[in-house]
């Protein structure tokens, strides 16, 4: 899924998220990545469930893309782990600025700003159900999706164009809606007082549970 900016001397800038399913880039997903990157023309592209560990000086060659630079959150810093890689073409490298101020220490969340005559802030993030020390309880949940938010309106208060999206691991799929649903009905109470609308409105996932076909919207875009 992606949506075009207008960036630096008022050129187009193609963003999109790609949920690349739970693997780690091997041969196959990083051609697969590769091509819809060309093809399409994207200059910011965040990947996420991507299971990537350091293994070294085989990470680099692992995860590189030719034409592209490419960052990861503050967790692989941490833990040497990472959840989701944001790439960005090499060309864009004169107006991209990293926000680390606005990460999180822990998550799986990286930030952007892309500076040009309307500035834009992009926020990535994979929301991930366990936390890296293993915690997962509902509490605990909440706890994090705090964290993210609480960055995500500081980018916010900042005046600037803000384009939030990745993987929410949020069900907004209507007819799959529970009422009691903490984790959702916070985020939507959050992005309707702050003004921020979701773009994407058809569900994202289709899976086979047992003889049943479930789908469901987890991969959110807000602006």
């Keep these: 899924m992606g949506r075009k900016k207008k960036g630096g001397q008022g050129r187009q800038i193609k963003l999109a998220t790609w949920n690349c399913g739970r693997a780690y880039l091997g041969k196959q997903k990083k051609a697969e990545l590769t091509h819809f990157l060309k093809t399409k023309g994207i200059a910011l592209c965040a990947v ?121 691991n949020i069900n907004l799929d209507k007819s799959q809606s529970k009422p009691d649903d903490q984790l959702k009905q916070k985020l939507q109470k959050f992005m309707g007082e702050q003004g921020m609308s979701q773009m994407i409105k058809k569900n994202t996932r289709k899976r086979v549970v047992g003889r049943a076909l479930q789908e469901s919207l987890l991969d959110h875009v807000y602006t």
Excluded: C, F
């Excluded at 990470?59 to 040497?80: A, D, F, K, V």
């Excluded at 995500?152 to 999206?165: F, G, H």
């Design 48 to 168: 996420s469930e991507v299971d990537m560990t350091n293994i070294g000086e085989l990470t680099e060659m692992q995860y590189s893309i030719s034409g592209y630079r490419h960052l990861l959150p503050n967790s692989w810093e941490n833990s040497q782990t990472a959840r989701i890689i944001l790439y960005y073409k090499k060309e864009l490298e004169d107006i991209i600025k990293i926000r680390k101020d606005l990460m999180t220490k822990n998550q799986a969340d990286i930030w952007v700003e892309i500076n040009s005559k309307d500035p834009l802030l992009v926020g990535t993030v994979y929301r991930e159900w366990t936390s890296l020390d293993g915690r997962k309880s509902r509490l605990d949940q909440v706890e994090r999706l705090d964290g993210l938010l609480k960055n995500l309106k500081r980018a916010l208060q900042e005046n600037k164009t803000v384009i939030y999206m990745g993987d929410m």
